[in-house]
């Protein structure tokens, strides 16, 4: 029967022009938005409303000019074979761009001070509380031998990913996560890790010491894609993370002199706490 296609085509007329006058309200009333740091779902539309409000605009109005034509009888209403098949002409198509979102790539707002405050611990002040990792070190990873780090050292499930850390770093990781997992499941589903605990010196820096020796540190991406060393770039998964990394006493490596966003490791403040509690 025609009358179907007919009834989708008047609503389609009626409802275009309401739909983009909604967005637009949108777009306006989530710039004005004050709301806390960590508002990732609100942070994602933004950025994707603006990239494509132009691309939508065109489309409303070719799909407007098109639908006007079959309603006068000067086009043809799209044929379907099946349910399926009609369901992707009323819903769209292309991939979820708001999931897909998390791996674009963005500049890193005001990097150097994206850590508001939190101090990174020196590889000497880190010795000097906790011991070297072992005595012989090189570039390479190699087994932690300091017995007091030893026996603090597991190997688990924090949530999406599994580290080698020392016992109160997993802990701490483990809250950092299960927020995440609460306030935006779509990106904890795609949180990747490239690596936890590797006992050796700097890259390219002689007698100075890795976070990563102690276990008090990991590298994160987004969907397995490594972020490029240095270049004040991230993926945006990446920054919506740090806000829960930083309320849980973490540094971000996207406020270093050389920008390592994948980075993430235990603050000065954090580690002094928890010595002075004794649980290192």
């Not at 999931?99 to 990174?120: P, T, W």
């Not at 950092?176 to 590797?198: K, M």
């Amino acid at each position: 029967m025609r009358i179907v296609p007919a009834i989708i085509i008047a609503m389609a007329l009626i409802l275009a022009p309401v739909i983009w006058v909604g967005l637009n309200w949108l777009i306006f009333a989530e710039d004005d938005f004050q709301g806390a740091a960590v508002d990732s779902g609100a942070r994602i539309e933004i950025e994707m409303l603006r990239q494509q409000v132009e691309d939508l605009q065109t489309r409303m109005g070719r799909i407007q000019t098109e639908l006007a034509g079959i309603a006068s009888g000067l086009g043809r209403a799209p044929m379907v074979s099946d349910e399926d098949a009609e369901d992707e002409v009323l819903r769209g198509y292309g991939p979820n761009d708001i999931i897909d979102v998390y791996a674009q790539v963005v500049l890193i707002a005001d990097r150097l001070n994206v850590n508001k405050g939190l101090d990174v611990s020196s590889s000497s002040y880190l010795a000097d509380k906790l011991g070297r990792p072992r005595e012989v070190m090189t570039q390479d990873c190699q087994p932690m031998t300091n017995e007091r780090l030893v026996d603090q050292l597991v190997t688990e499930d924090v949530g999406p990913i599994e580290v080698q850390m020392l016992r109160p770093a997993v802990e701490s990781l483990r809250r950092v996560f299960d927020n995440v997992r609460r306030a935006d499941p779509d990106l904890y589903d795609r949180i990747n890790t490239s690596g936890s605990l590797c006992v050796r010196e700097i890259r390219g820096v002689a007698n100075s010491i890795s976070t990563h020796s102690f276990g008090m540190a990991l590298d994160l991406n987004i969907d397995g894609h490594l972020d490029n060393f240095t270049d004040g770039k991230t993926q945006l998964g990446l920054t919506i993370l740090a806000d829960f990394f930083h309320a849980e006493g973490w540094v971000w490596g996207a406020g270093f002199n050389r920008e390592d966003s994948m980075h993430f490791e235990v603050s000065r403040k954090q580690l002094d706490e928890w010595v002075e509690q004794g649980v290192l």
